[in-house]
């Protein structure tokens, strides 16, 4: 990182191509009203794949918040309602996928496909999960039927541009307003409030959500009042009919893509205990307010 350019290499062979999809989807925001980060340059080399985008002025919004007083912490969030909605305004191709996502659900390195959501692949992914030797077959009956109940609610949805990856550390910040959205590599054409299931999961489970991996999330107490200014700044996101059962919605595909394709068992038997919750109508939302 230097005063004037920031350049990323990308070790991690699960997201191919990961950069050249960025950079596809960062030039589609040329012109618009979207604070990002100016794609300069992206390539290959001997150490892997490589991306160059302009430094934007500030810091990222995990770094900024906790000595953000609350309405500094305010403003930043109606920033950044505004810049979804120019965000979900970006005319996009339709189907539009990253190619490690695509990869995954054709079934490559398929367990990377938990996120984020794609409505479509649903069932594909508790067919996947029937598959897998010592599943819970009555679990995954209970899980088709409720999938199935609740398709009708996205029969008329227009995709839009989702970031897909919306938290603390992809969003820079300076003077209490969002100065840029940044990596775009998980960005989708899919429904808008996809976005909201990344939001207020980093709301409710935040300590998940590190800069790094060695690095502690927020502390979620500090983040309690973001959805309700979030909704505040950007009602239309909020305002689609059967929100709570379509949020449950990403978070059982993401749930059973875990339970069907995860190589590590206590994953898989995480996940099967929070389908489990939600079949019973609980998940991470249950103590957030909007």
């Known amino acids: 990182m230097g005063d004037e350019y920031v350049v990323r290499l990308n070790t991690d062979e699960r997201h191919r191509d990961a950069y050249r999809h960025e950079a596809a989807v960062v030039n589609l ?54 810049a979804l ?35 479509s692949a649903a069932l594909q992914q508790v067919e996947a999960a029937r598959r897998v030797p010592g599943h819970d077959s009555q679990l995954l009956a209970d899980v088709t039927d409720w999938i199935q109940e609740r398709l009708v609610s996205f029969a008329d949805d227009e995709p839009v541009l989702v970031h897909g990856d919306l938290h603390g550390s992809n969003v820079i910040v300076d003077q209490g307003h969002v100065t840029g959205l940044i990596d775009f590599a998980e960005a989708l054409a899919q429904p808008a409030d996809v976005e909201l299931d990344t939001i207020l999961r980093w709301c409710a489970k935040a300590r998940e959500f590190p800069p790094v991996p060695d690095k502690q999330g927020l502390d979620e107490a500090t983040l309690i009042e973001v959805p309700g200014w979030l909704h505040d700044a950007y009602p239309e996101l909020f305002e689609r009919e059967h929100l709570r059962e379509r949020l ?12 069907a394709h995860h190589p590590q068992a206590d994953i898989r038997e995480a996940a099967q205990d929070r389908i489990t919750r939600l079949l019973s109508g609980h998940n991470h939302l249950d103590e957030l307010i909007w």
């Open 29 to 82: 925001l040329a012109g618009s009203e979207v604070p990002h980060a100016r794609h300069l340059a992206h390539g290959e080399g001997p150490d892997g794949p490589w991306y160059v985008s302009e430094r934007l002025p500030g810091r990222t919004l995990y770094e900024a918040w906790p000595a953000a007083d609350s309405s500094t912490r305010q403003a930043i969030t109606e920033s950044l309602g505004a």
């Open 85 to 119: 909605r120019a965000l979900h305004r970006i005319p996009v191709p339709a189907g539009l996928l990253p190619p490690w996502l695509a990869d995954a659900l054709a079934g490559k390195k398929p367990w990377a496909a938990f996120h984020p959501p794609v409505v």
């Open 248 to 259: 449950d919605f990403y978070d059982m595909y993401g749930e059973v893509t875990l339970y």
